[in-house]
């Protein structure tokens, strides 16, 4: 069974266009997360929800936009499409978010490669 | 702010040598540390982690780490090394009630 998974993995698209990115976690975890992996493989957090709302946001276009219907999930919509947003995104989890959490470990999904043309 | 450093790049080492790849950290208060592999096109793998409590720390596939506080490292290490080992290697640390940060990165090619 899969603890992270997200699809698609393999996303290609023109520039303008809107797309999602849908993630699930079946970890029992309650945060979750969205990083991006740039072309030199350097790795950056996006967002982070717990519970269903919104932790971190970073400087991230507001063109990404979250979405949390559950603690299970948590899926991401880019509208209008850059050549710069091509990179792989990562979804991933952990049990819960505060300072006696720091320790727990987050675990990863297999990634989502977005090329925009 | 907090920040990870991996100095090397690329780690090259003979199959059945013993290997090391770097990490040092900068974090506030006690340092939670991790190691993680990422294998082509795949996802980042969790191998071991600090928490507290002896400074080395045994984990996934033979890897160990041996967490230093003076030299604030928290270096990988295997006494030999597989091909099957070659990947990218991500040091994230974070302090309490922060978020991780992860390193740039080692890309570890074991030589058969």
């Given at each position: 069974?899969?603890?992270?998974?997200?699809t698609?993995k393999?996303?290609?698209?023109?520039?303008g266009?809107?797309?999602?990115?849908?993630?699930?976690q079946?970890?029992?975890?309650?945060?979750?997360?969205w990083?991006k992996?740039?072309s030199?493989?350097?790795?950056k957090?996006?967002?982070?929800y717990?519970n269903?709302?919104l932790?971190i946001?970073?400087?991230?276009?507001?063109?990404?936009?979250?979405?949390?219907?559950?603690k299970?999930?948590?899926?991401?919509?880019?509208?209008?499409?850059?050549?710069?947003?091509?990179?792989?995104?990562?979804?991933?989890?952990?049990?819960?978010?505060?300072?006696?959490?720091?320790?727990?470990?987050?675990y990863?999904?297999?990634?989502?490669w977005?090329?925009v043309? | 702010?907090?920040?990870?450093?991996?100095p090397?790049?690329?780690?090259n080492v003979?199959?059945?040598n013993?290997?090391?790849?770097?990490?040092?950290?900068?974090?506030s208060g006690?340092?939670?540390?991790f190691?993680y592999v990422q294998?082509?096109n795949?996802?980042?793998?969790?191998?071991l982690?600090?928490?507290?409590g002896?400074?080395?720390?045994k984990?996934s596939?033979?890897?160990?780490a041996e967490f230093n506080?003076?030299?604030?490292?928290?270096h990988?290490?295997k006494p030999?090394?597989?091909?099957?080992?070659s990947a990218?290697?991500?040091?994230?640390?974070?302090g309490?009630?922060?978020n991780f940060?992860?390193g740039?990165?080692?890309?570890l090619s074991?030589?058969?």
């Amino acid at each position: 069974d899969t603890a992270v998974s997200q699809t698609p993995k393999y996303l290609v698209t023109q520039m303008g266009n809107d797309k999602s990115i849908k993630c699930e976690q079946n970890l029992g975890h309650d945060t979750m997360y969205w990083y991006k992996q740039d072309s030199k493989k350097f790795l950056k957090i996006m967002f982070s929800y717990n519970n269903k709302e919104l932790i971190i946001n970073e400087t991230v276009p507001n063109r990404f936009s979250p979405k949390s219907p559950d603690k299970a999930h948590l899926n991401l919509h880019i509208n209008s499409l850059e050549l710069g947003d091509s990179a792989v995104y990562f979804c991933a989890s952990s049990r819960g978010s505060g300072g006696s959490s720091s320790g727990n470990t987050i675990y990863f999904g297999e990634g989502s490669w977005l090329t925009v043309v | 702010a907090q920040s990870v450093a991996q100095p090397e790049d690329q780690v090259n080492v003979a199959e059945g040598n013993p290997l090391t790849v770097k990490c040092t950290y900068s974090v506030s208060g006690n340092p939670y540390l991790f190691w993680y592999v990422q294998y082509p096109n795949r996802g980042l793998q969790f191998l071991l982690k600090y928490i507290t409590g002896d400074n080395l720390v045994k984990g996934s596939y033979g890897f160990e780490a041996e967490f230093n506080k003076s030299q604030t490292s928290f270096h990988l290490k295997k006494p030999s090394a597989l091909v099957s080992d070659s990947a990218l290697y991500f040091c994230a640390a974070r302090g309490s009630g922060q978020n991780f940060v992860f390193g740039p990165g080692t890309r570890l090619s074991v030589l058969p």
